[in-house]
């Protein structure tokens, strides 16, 4: 079992920065591939951008290219998600899962955290 815990959501104008921060315990967390999804009100969840074990390979979505980065720090069990230049659409719940393969389908993760609120205001 893994649990993990987001951290770092919260209320920020449009063009501003947040850094999400997810918390890994339990089972070895270097061995998992990482993923940060979101959720916004009556839509699907959607794959953000992922990252291999060693933080070796890393992906993204098109449309936060650019604007996202992730990134993880292994010695202490966290994965981050760096967000920059927010837009209103960013607006959603924003969830970290652990999986093998950093894919991008929610389907391809075995744990989930529970999520992080991030508004963005206009």
């Known amino acids: 079992q893994v649990q993990l815990v987001e951290s770092g959501g919260g209320l920020v104008q449009a063009g501003g920065s947040l850094r999400l921060s997810c918390a890994a315990s339990g089972r070895t967390f270097s061995g998992y591939g990482m993923g940060w999804f979101r959720q916004a009100p009556g839509k699907e969840r959607e794959f953000l951008a992922g990252?291999?074990?060693?933080?070796?390979?890393?992906y993204y979505k098109d449309s936060v290219k650019g604007r996202f980065t992730i990134s993880r720090d292994n010695a202490k069990n966290t994965v981050y998600l760096q967000m920059n230049s927010l837009k209103p659409e960013d607006t959603a719940i924003y969830y970290c899962?652990?999986?093998?393969?950093?894919?991008?389908?929610?389907?391809?993760?075995?744990?989930w955290g529970k999520g992080t609120l991030v508004t963005v205001s206009s």
């Open positions: 899962a652990a999986g093998g393969s950093p894919g991008i389908r929610p389907s391809e993760y075995d744990y």
């Open positions: 990252i291999s074990w060693n933080g070796g390979s890393t």
